[in-house]
């Protein structure tokens, strides 16, 4: 009888051991899963992409985004402030006629980006504005950050700004064309000839890729 209990006992021992390294196996591989996945996720951004400046920001309808969410596709992208009068409306003009002069079938796979330079004056509201008053279509994206981000951003894409008097701003007026992993394929001047680079290597795209030719 006693053998009988001992070989019981036995057994659930074995069966509650059997239960635990399994146990154990299944939180092993669900968190080598993870790992892998959270790696594979953080290697579609190159470490020579604008995209790992990172951040937060918001849009002009006021949602969060980050700047890795606008990986996927060509991103043309300029940095100006609504309350500019002089070479942003020239910046926005050229990259309107820079989307207008883009091939019908391309023109649904590139992005136009413009992010403002005076974040603490630049309200979601007003950049919707803006947008509106400037007739942008639905592939335009507005984006406001911190001051921080914004001069992350400024810098990775070589472009340079400095605050003047009257709230007025100095900057550069380049305009940069990133492939569909955020890397930077072209820039050139935001002027209506001087933007015609980024014209051209739009043109070379086909419909069905991206503009990479970085690795």
């Known amino acids: 009888?006693?053998?009988?209990?001992?070989?019981?006992?036995?057994?659930?021992?074995r069966k509650m051991v059997t239960t635990k390294v399994n146990l154990m196996r299944m939180l092993i591989i669900a968190w080598l899963l993870s790992f892998s996945s959270l790696i594979m996720a953080n290697s579609t951004v190159p470490s020579d992409s604008v995209y790992q400046v990172g951040g937060t920001w918001q849009t002009e309808n006021?949602?969060?985004i980050k700047l890795e969410s606008l990986a996927g596709k060509p991103q043309v992208i300029a940095l100006i402030f609504t309350g500019c009068s002089n070479s942003c409306p020239i910046i926005v003009e050229s990259m309107k006629r820079l989307e207008n002069q883009t091939p019908s079938n391309l023109?649904?796979?590139?992005?136009?980006?413009?992010?403002?330079?005076?974040?603490?004056?630049?309200?979601?509201?007003?950049?919707?504005?803006?947008?509106?008053?400037?007739?942008?279509?639905?592939?335009?994206?507005?984006?406001?950050?911190?001051?921080?981000l914004v001069?992350?951003?400024?810098?990775?894409?070589?472009?340079?700004?400095?605050?003047?008097?009257?709230?007025?701003?100095?900057?550069?007026?380049?305009?940069?064309?990133?492939?569909?992993?955020?890397?930077?394929?072209?820039?050139?001047?935001?002027?209506?000839?001087?933007?015609?680079?980024?014209?051209?290597?739009?043109?070379s795209i086909h419909p069905s890729s991206a503009i990479d030719s970085k690795p």
Do not use: C
């Open 151 to 203: 001069r992350a951003l400024s810098n990775t894409l070589n472009s340079r700004y400095k605050f003047v008097k009257d709230g007025d701003v100095a900057h550069s007026n380049t305009v940069t064309l990133l492939n569909s992993r955020g890397q930077i394929q072209v820039q050139a001047s935001g002027t209506t000839t001087g933007i015609q680079p980024i014209l051209e290597a739009i043109e």
């Open 62 to 64: 006021g949602q969060p």
């Open 107 to 148: 023109r649904n796979h590139v992005g136009f980006v413009l992010v403002s330079l005076t974040p603490d004056a630049d309200s979601p509201k007003s950049l919707k504005a803006f947008a509106e008053k400037k007739g942008l279509s639905p592939n335009w994206i507005l984006l406001k950050g911190n001051n921080e």
């Open 1 to 13: 009888m006693q053998n009988l209990l001992w070989e019981a006992w036995a057994l659930d021992v």
